[in-house]
């Protein structure tokens, strides 16, 4: 199983410096990944967030979000639900061995945890910090 965190699926939605190398991960690699309402969630606020920031305008936005949609509906996402519990506690225990070395910001110990509940083996990201614990967790961990 293939956990992408938001910064990976953004690139696959919304055109930034990683979407060349995140649909090349992907097509050298031509499964479902996983897709939670948490995930959901973060990635669509992520793209409202970029109209906020004047990242880009409201229809290529809107494009974006439905492309969520349609992602969904041709099987390219596998929507999952996380026990938020199972969640937390993993986060804590990574954060326990792993943030006074690495540093690890809490949405990065959730997203790694939430990979880690879901028994996923591949972790992607375009966040340099989050492969690190990815790998520290015993992911397999990559970076686009």
Same mark, same amino acid.
């Given at each position: 199983?293939?956990?992408?965190?938001?910064? +990976?699926?953004?690139?696959? #939605?919304?055109?930034?410096?990683?979407?060349?190398?995140? +649909?090349?991960?992907?097509?050298?690699? %031509?499964?479902?990944?996983?897709?939670?309402?948490?995930q959901?969630?973060?990635?669509?606020?992520?793209?409202?967030?970029?109209?906020f920031?004047?990242?880009?305008? &409201?229809?290529?936005?809107?494009?974006a979000?439905?492309?969520?949609?349609s992602?969904?509906?041709e &099987?390219?996402?596998?929507?999952?639900?996380?026990v938020? %519990?199972?969640?937390?506690?993993?986060?804590?225990?990574?954060?326990?061995k792993?943030?006074?070395? *690495? &540093? #690890?910001?809490?949405?990065?110990? *959730?997203? #790694?945890?939430?990979?880690?509940?879901?028994?996923?083996?591949? +972790?992607?990201?375009?966040?340099?910090?989050? #492969?690190? *614990?990815?790998?520290?967790? &015993?992911?397999?961990?990559?970076?686009?």
């Open positions: 199983m293939v956990y992408p965190d938001t910064s +990976f699926l953004f690139s696959t #939605v919304l055109h930034d410096s990683n979407t060349l190398s995140a +649909f090349a991960y992907l097509r050298a690699n %031509p499964q479902s990944i996983v897709l939670t309402p948490w959901k969630c973060e990635l669509r606020n992520a793209i409202r967030l970029s109209v920031k004047k990242d880009c305008d &409201g229809t290529v936005a809107g494009r979000l439905e492309k969520i949609s992602n969904i509906a &099987g390219h996402y596998t929507e999952m639900a996380l938020w %519990p199972d969640v937390l506690t993993i986060a804590d225990e990574l954060s326990e792993h943030t006074l070395k *690495l &540093g #690890v910001r809490t949405l990065d110990l *959730l997203h #790694v945890a939430a990979a880690l509940s879901l028994n996923a083996k591949t +972790f992607l990201t375009c966040d340099r910090r989050q #492969v690190t *614990l990815a790998g520290a967790a &015993g992911l397999n961990a990559v970076i686009i």
